[in-house]
């Protein structure tokens, strides 16, 4: 990966650039922000760079050995640690490098996409504590080939407490000569010592002219920044209308209070899986506060596809400064409740219940 292949980010690039070029390497960093803005290809791209034995002023070389190994992510001293799930003969990060070297060529990619391709997309992605085994192995060997060992945790929120303590402990005295690469969407959840430990590197989202080029107007303005989002309206990825049409099938039955269907939709919501149900409640959230803002009525605040803006101008009137920050809570709640295997059936039929007060109220 080079830095010429990401979209936008030119601030973030220049400043990777300049702390290599000024020898001024962190040990730890994290780079963190939106989900589909391009944080683990800068991640990929400063390591090339890193380690490119003719690098020039803007990017790495991309024709020594060291860039032909890195941007086929096969480089000996370049290492991975990623949430997966466990099946029969695969119980380690390793084990999964041939799929995740061909999800590494998507550039954008994300959970659910990833646990996809793996055949775990209705299971929940975590970093397992025996994980950190490995770890320590890796990072005890001396450099192959580099002058930097160089490890990326993509989404280190999805560790387990364990491994997270181990990790504390080794960002606390590092190996020599080995860089950390963390990769978050959510660094709120990680332990606070985790992130005293590393550099935080805040990624924007990617600015509109970046993608002008790309995407169409509409495209652009309503992936909001994020690349992964334009690149998925682009191939007609529908897991945004479908999300519409289950928010659109609760709030029809939470508004006629109807509890014999909320309690068959927390059944059906409970079968789909813990990843997909926190891609809706995430959703949700979304159009929530598009409702609200809609009650402004100013179009250029609004990022919502057709089908979601004729619904929302219906459905403001019942999402206003009194009940807004209660249904985004609402939601934000059952998401963390999914996050931590609360049973979904619950989760759903409570939230059905909490959404009709708040509504009613309104």
């Not at 800068?42 to 020039?56: D, E, F, I, K, V």
Request: aromatic share 12%; charged share 20%.
């Amino acid at each position: 990966m080079q830095f010429k292949d990401i979209i936008g980010q030119n601030e973030i690039k220049a400043y990777l650039i300049k702390c290599v070029q000024n020898n001024r390497i962190p040990h730890a960093q994290m780079f963190w922000g939106a989900s589909g803005i391009g944080k683990l290809s800068l991640a990929l791209a400063y390591a090339q760079y890193l380690n490119c034995t003719n690098r020039t002023a803007n990017d790495s070389c991309g024709k020594c050995p060291s860039c032909i190994q890195y941007q086929k992510a096969v480089h000996p001293d370049l290492h991975f640690v990623f949430p997966y799930t466990k099946i029969k003969g695969k119980e380690y990060c390793d084990d999964f490098l041939p799929e995740w070297r061909e999800m590494l060529k998507n550039h954008y990619f994300s959970l659910q996409q990833w646990l996809e391709s793996i055949g775990a997309d209705n299971k929940q992605g975590i970093i397992y504590s025996n994980e950190s085994e490995e770890i320590l192995r890796k990072l005890s060997l001396k450099s192959y080939e580099s002058d930097f060992k160089t490890m990326i945790i993509w989404l280190p929120e999805k560790m387990h407490e364990s491994c997270a303590n181990k990790l504390l402990k080794i960002l606390e005295e590092p190996p020599s000569n080995t860089v950390f690469l963390l990769v978050s969407e959510q660094p709120e959840l990680l332990l606070s010592t985790i992130i005293s430990r590393a550099q935080m590197i805040h990624i924007p989202n990617i600015q509109a002219d970046d993608m002008k080029n790309s995407f169409s107007p509409g495209i652009v303005h309503t992936a909001n920044g994020s690349y992964l989002q334009a690149k998925m309206l682009l191939d007609q990825k529908e897991e945004s209308q479908a999300n519409f049409i289950i928010y659109r099938t609760l709030m029809a039955y939470v508004f006629k209070q109807d509890l014999a269907n909320l309690k068959k939709f927390s059944e059906d919501m409970a079968g789909k899986g813990r990843e997909l149900a926190k891609s809706f409640l995430e959703y949700a959230q979304h159009v929530t506060r598009e409702c609200f803002i809609a009650n402004l009525q100013e179009n250029t605040l609004n990022y919502t596809y057709p089908y979601e803006a004729e619904f929302t101008s219906k459905f403001r009137r019942f999402v206003s400064i009194y009940n807004i920050d209660s249904l985004t809570e609402q939601f934000s709640r059952a998401a963390y409740d999914i996050e931590h295997n609360v049973n979904a059936r619950i989760v759903f039929f409570d939230l059905g219940l909490q959404l009709m007060t708040q509504i009613k109220s309104s």
